[in-house]
């Protein structure tokens, strides 16, 4: 049986995997995993993305927490790094964001923070997942004046507002900003928060409907953000994903900037200004080979971890490490904030060019890119984290191996949130690259069947 929590919490398409019922049980069962050792009446925020569902699910997953004796505060629409920066300061029990970040609309997600604004390791996402099985076994439901209480505070997404302007206070004032909100969380969060500071703002994609989030805008749409910072000849465009946990850039020039080279930036400012803690850096395994050669050329140490920015955390947290992220554009900065952050990273990134007078473009040829080439293999769910128990697959991992001879490697990883293994080569010839890919994710897809 598959594991109902992927790298980033429960997700599906809304109605259908992720159905009322399963709302309601990870409420109820969450809800009492998180707080069953609390003294105390339980409270836990609850927040959402701009998709269509989020009434629907919102109401179902605050029926099962309240349902189990646990009081809910839901603050609506707000990024999810919100709510673990608002789980954290109003010391809270837990929070709990509904979304499917960067994923189209139909789907939806469930994930869950602990007290402190941290992601919950995968031992207690077993054990919520194991009470769901057993239909809450042993688990005494309270009744009457026991039963938690739904409260409503809109108003608690200006606090992280706050929070985003005290903790960066630079001036933007002489800067123009292309902003893609992608429809989605940071509508308002972002757009207020850089206005404030003074940006020349043009923010796009800040009118949700509830069907429109990430579709072809955001952080994984990136051509019309592209074109339009040459056109109103921007200093840089950002662009945020559904739930703003994410953040992409693009320079003067209308060229892409990943969050490898995002983090390359802040890495290297950080360390000039002596505040990043041991001169490390913490990226995952899906990071440039490019990434590599810039930590040596400018002493930065480097430290992988396998993909998913709730292990770049762990390992931050482990080791007392304070920046870390992925080439998607997930980037935590500890010092700030318990998990990625897009405006967060956008306002870092601005610090940088605020200090040093230079453009973007210029600060991102800090580290170049091998070419890499990135090729999905969908397969059935079940599956697909098994495909090294398939000998062909195996076999054909293990020659491309030996072909690249050192100057490339193969990674295939299934994905955390979809039915999908994804292979990823890295080297030196694009079109090489690109080739082996294509032959290697038919031979997956064909062969996991």
Do not use: W
């Not at 995997?17 to 995993?33: N, Q, T, W």
């Not at 609850?46 to 505060?73: E, H, K, N, Q, Y």
């Not at 056109?231 to 559904?242: I, N, S, V």
């Not at 890119?369 to 990135?374: G, R, W």
């Amino acid at each position: 049986m598959a594991r109902m929590f992927g790298t980033d919490g429960v997700r599906g398409i809304a109605g259908k995997e992720l159905s009322i019922d399963l709302a309601m049980k990870l409420g109820a069962a969450g809800a009492h995993v998180i707080t069953k050792k609390r003294n105390h009446r339980p409270a836990i925020i609850v927040g959402t993305d701009t998709r269509i569902s989020r009434g629907m699910l919102s109401s179902a997953l605050i029926a099962g927490i309240c349902s189990v004796g646990a009081d809910a505060v839901y603050v609506g629409v707000v990024p999810t790094p919100a709510v673990a920066y608002l789980t954290r300061t109003h010391s809270v029990d837990a929070g709990v964001v509904i979304s499917a970040s960067h994923n189209p609309m139909e789907f939806n997600g469930i994930k869950f923070f602990d007290g402190e604004g941290f992601k919950l390791p995968d031992e207690m996402e077993d054990e919520i997942e194991a009470l769901i099985r057993s239909d809450m076994s042993g688990v005494e439901l309270p009744a009457g004046s026991n039963i938690g209480q739904v409260e409503y505070c809109f108003d608690m997404r200006d606090e992280y507002v706050d929070y985003m302007k005290k903790a960066m206070p630079i001036d933007l004032s002489g800067l123009k900003i292309v902003a893609d909100c992608a429809e989605g969380a940071s509508h308002y969060t972002s757009v207020k928060t850089l206005e404030s500071l003074g940006a020349n703002l043009i923010p796009i994609h800040v009118d949700p409907d509830g069907t429109n989030i990430n579709a072809n805008c955001g952080s994984t749409h990136m051509d019309e953000l592209m074109a339009r910072v040459v056109y109103e000849k921007a200093d840089l465009g950002l662009a945020f994903d559904g739930d703003a946990d994410r953040l992409l850039a693009v320079d003067e020039n209308g060229v892409l900037v990943d969050g490898d080279k995002l983090l390359s930036i802040c890495a290297d400012y950080m360390k000039s200004k002596g505040k990043l803690k041991k001169d490390t850096v913490v990226v995952t395994v899906m990071s440039n080979l490019g990434f590599t050669l810039m930590c040596e050329k400018n002493s930065l140490k480097e430290v992988r971890t396998k993909v998913g920015d709730r292990y770049v955390l762990e390992e931050m947290k482990k080791n007392g490490y304070n920046l870390g992220g992925e080439q998607s554009g997930h980037i935590i900065f500890l010092d700030e904030n318990t998990t990625g952050d897009g405006l967060l990273s956008a306002l870092h990134l601005l610090e940088v060019m605020v200090d040093t007078g230079k453009k973007l473009s210029e600060l991102a040829a800090i580290m170049d890119v091998y070419p890499q080439a990135l090729v999905n293999a969908k397969v059935p769910e079940h599956r697909k984290y098994n495909y090294m128990e398939y000998p062909v697959i195996k076999d054909a991992i293990e020659k491309l191996e030996q072909e690249f001879g050192g100057e490339g490697r193969v990674l295939i990883r299934p994905s955390g949130t979809e039915p999908l293994v994804r292979v990823m080569i890295e080297g030196k010839d694009q079109a090489l690259i690109e080739k082996r890919a294509a032959e290697l994710a038919e031979l997956i897809r064909n062969t996991i069947v």
